[in-house]
């Protein structure tokens, strides 16, 4: 997926993805303000090429290259499967020395950063598509480019009421109007092809407006017909809108206009055609750009390095700990750590994440859909501590309340929007959802005949919802490593099985939400493995076995 050269600025494309997210474009989807450009770049992504063999399954080549990262079996993790020689796989990845590299190298490893990007996104969000923006109204840029706008077709409506009419600026917009018809046509369209070249045939409308014999109404007339062809049916009103315009300049602005909407149109078409392409081609892909990328910049896994051997200090450390805790233990031998293990740990600590840091390289076209799966899960503690609360507290007031739980959803979800932030203040946020327990509590109370909480047990709840910003707040905790409990366990399954892991004690009022959201890390998290499971196994042999690695090294070095 090659790359343009030329630059812009111009936010006239902007990607969507799910729940409203922007997605910086690659510029080679980055189309100009009007014209071609983006329609030509689009055509790009069509011709870009990756293995499309039919006896070359993406998917179980993948698995078997990662399957000692995969794999949930820590007997397939022997010392002897990380030390064995894997360099003769055909997508492994290749070790690169340390080098200094050039601008041109800098940009070129931008550039499949970019395209690598822009791919998984197509490929994973179902929502991904392109939508038209312009600055906004009041800002500097949105200002001046309304000001050039305005004195451009203020310019051409002049020279078209000169007499006699000056049609040299009225003629390149048509010029730029057939590439743009053109550029939408399929190979096939000779007919149409030609009969567009034959109307907005530039050289004869020169000649025509040398002799003042130009029709610009017939040939804008019959732009909108062809354009009523090519358009999608969404634009029917726009093409309606079209023919009703009198005003040649305007009808011209217009036209323009209604043509950009058709390339972001064509734009989202394409993406769309593409995505089951891409889905199936995608792991090779990502592993192959990724690979181009390390070539380009040896230290691209770095923070990736750094993250896995964090994982296994922590592995370490928990050993450590339960080796102290049993008097009878050996605590002279190596102890053995799981590969899957350590990864698994390196996944669930994402869940929790500073997302100001920079996250593993490994990781970046997630990085997005990770924070906000974290941003909901806290939500969802949040939650599940304020349930366990209440019941422990006014249990017995509660459970003839009526669909208590869904109010208590309902209620506290759009109160922790955005709590992730900041700006945000946790324990007004609490505060209020206590009120609000205390307000239903007592409701369903007085419709049942019984007496209300005591203004006591009102402040003593309220108080114990409010408790859960503290930092190390027992109930807080509990639901913490519930969640984790959960996940890990979710992780700990086979990717082929559907089922879900037995959901551990207090987290059934999220359950359903909880195991959406676990469905959806466990599917970043398999589809990770398997791109840059070669990867990892890499680095995991080097920090895991070091000795064998430095064997390995030394036998290569001689042999060369």
């Known amino acids: 997926m090659d790359v343009p050269e030329e630059d812009t600025n111009s936010p006239g494309w902007v990607f969507k993805s799910e729940g409203g997210s922007c997605v910086r474009p690659s510029r080679a989807l980055c189309g100009t303000a009007r014209g071609s450009g983006l329609v030509y ?40 499967s990380f030390n064995s020689d894997s360099s003769s796989k055909p997508s492994s990845p290749a070790s690169s020395p340390p080098k200094v590299i050039t601008f041109d190298e800098l940009m070129a490893a931008t550039r499949n950063l970019s395209n690598w990007t822009l791919a998984h996104e197509i490929a994973v969000n179902a929502n991904f598509c392109i939508k038209q923006e312009d600055y906004p109204q009041n800002s500097f840029a949105g200002t001046v480019k309304q000001i050039v706008h305005k004195a451009f077709w203020d310019h051409l409506e002049s020279e078209l009421n000169e ?49 003042n014999a130009v029709d610009i109404p017939g040939l804008a007339n019959y732009v909108i017909n062809t354009m009523g062809k090519l358009c999608a049916p969404i634009r029917d009103n726009d093409i309606k809108q079209l023919k009703a315009t009198d005003n040649i300049v305007e009808l011209l602005r217009q036209i323009f206009h209604v043509l950009d909407l058709m390339k972001v149109d064509m734009a989202n078409y394409t993406i769309k055609s593409l995505r089951p392409y891409l889905w199936h081609n995608l792991v090779d892909y990502e592993r192959t750009k990724f690979q181009e990328i390390l070539e380009e910049t040896p230290s691209a896994l770095n923070l990736t390095t750094e993250w896995i051997k964090e994982s296994i200090e922590d592995e370490l450390s928990s050993i450590s700990d339960e080796s102290s805790s049993c008097p009878g233990a050996d605590s002279s031998s190596k102890p053995i750590i799981s590969p899957t293990l350590v990864l698994n740990n390196g996944y669930l600590k994402l869940l929790q994440w500073d997302y100001c840091k920079t996250i593993p390289e490994t990781l970046i076209t997630d990085e997005v859909r990770l924070q906000e799966l974290r941003e909901k899960l806290n939500q969802l503690k949040v939650i599940a501590c304020v349930s366990l609360i209440t019941n422990n507290m006014v249990g017995a007031a509660v459970v003839d309340v009526p669909d208590f739980t869904d109010h208590l959803k309902r209620i506290s979800l759009p109160l922790l929007e955005g709590m992730n932030k900041k700006s945000f203040d946790l324990k007004e946020a609490l505060n209020a959802i206590g009120i609000q327990i205390c307000s239903i509590v007592n409701k369903s109370l007085s419709e049942r005949g019984l007496p209300t909480l005591s203004e006591e047990m ?103």
């Open 458 to 560: 009102q402040s003593n709840l309220m108080g114990q919802i409010a408790h859960i910003v503290e930092k190390n707040n027992p109930v807080c905790s509990l639901i913490d490593k519930r969640i984790q409990l959960f996940m890990r366990s979710l992780l700990a399954l086979p990717s082929f099985q559907k089922c879900m892991p037995t959901m551990p004690g207090g987290l059934s009022v999220i359950q359903r939400e909880i195991e959406f959201l676990g469905s959806q890390y466990a599917s970043i998290v398999n589809f990770n493995k398997k791109v840059y499971g070669p990867f990892y196994a890499n680095i995991l042999r080097k920090l895991l076995f070091p000795e064998a690695a430095m064997e390995k090294t030394e036998a290569e070095t001689s042999s060369n």
């Open 163 to 211: 007499d006699p009419p000056e049609y040299k600026h009225a003629i390149k917009l048509f010029e730029e109007i057939k590439e743009i018809l053109l550029s939408f046509l399929t190979p096939g369209a000779n007919r149409i092809h030609n009969q567009i070249c034959e109307v907005l045939d530039t050289d004869l409308i020169r000649q025509q407006a040398e002799h």
């Open 41 to 80: 770049c689009v055509n790009k992504v069509k011709g870009f090429r990756m293995p499309l063999n039919d006896d070359q399954s993406s998917d179980s080549d993948s698995s078997r290259l990662s399957e000692s990262t995969v794999s949930s079996s820590d007997t397939e993790y022997s010392r002897q």
